[in-house]
């Protein structure tokens, strides 16, 4: 899952019953009287625990309280009303990833999981004790083809440079040594950028690239 962004960073109260007859009975309304106290006076009694309380709205409840204290001599305090109240914190919005990723994903998690297993256990179990990447050949035709990859990239650019340098000016006829140099250049620079994306994915299959267990081995001959 991606997270957004919060578009909303407010946290909401959802007013329980001792709060809202509070409110109702005892919270006359004023010109400086915040609306979600008005609209939760104004609502039916179904509809009051649909209203929410912002932060701006409890703190001039606060404020009101302490007044309300001292003219109608009655000791009740904010936490006395918020008891058993619900907080909603603001939550970011969740995006579905992709699904070709999370199957990518997937798959070499589960390369990579059956590659610890085969390590941990290939020391208990005779048939796999020597995996085919443990001998020296192994890791010697790894790195030949990873050589041969990297040869075919330089001699790929290679290559572009000569025909950008020397090969247009044979088509053409007589350029500027300077103007066949850039186009040697930007021929290379082309042929690079592909390469180098053929070459990435190419190593990294080779990284990933799963190798075939051992079929065991027969105790008898039939």
Request: proline fraction near 5%; charge should be positive; glycine fraction near 4%.
């Amino acid at each position: 899952m991606v997270v957004e962004s919060i578009e909303d960073p407010s946290i909401k109260i959802k007013p329980n019953k001792k709060l809202i007859e509070f409110i109702c009975k005892n919270v006359k309304k004023t010109s400086n009287t915040p609306s979600s106290i008005v609209a939760l006076k104004k609502s039916t009694k179904d509809n009051q625990k649909d209203v929410l309380l912002q932060l701006d709205d409890i703190r001039w409840l606060n404020k009101y309280l302490e007044e309300y204290r001292t003219t109608k001599m009655e000791s009740i305090y904010l936490h006395e009303l918020l008891d058993e109240a619900d907080i909603k914190l603001p939550t970011p919005k969740l995006v579905p990833r992709n699904p070709e990723l999370e199957a990518r994903i997937q798959k070499l998690k589960a390369q990579q999981d059956a590659r610890e297993y085969q390590a941990m256990t290939k020391s208990i179990d005779s048939n796999r004790r020597h995996f085919p990447e443990d001998s020296i050949s192994y890791q010697m035709k790894q790195i030949n083809r990873q050589l041969i990859a990297v040869a075919q990239f330089v001699f790929s650019v290679v290559a572009g440079f000569v025909f950008g340098f020397k090969g247009v000016d044979l088509i053409i006829g007589n350029l500027d040594f300077g103007f066949r140099l850039l186009l040697g250049i930007i021929c290379a620079l082309i042929i690079a950028l592909a390469e180098i994306y053929f070459l990435a994915i190419k190593l990294n299959e080779d990284g990933y690239e799963t190798v075939p267990q051992p079929m065991p081995k027969k105790l008898h001959q039939e």
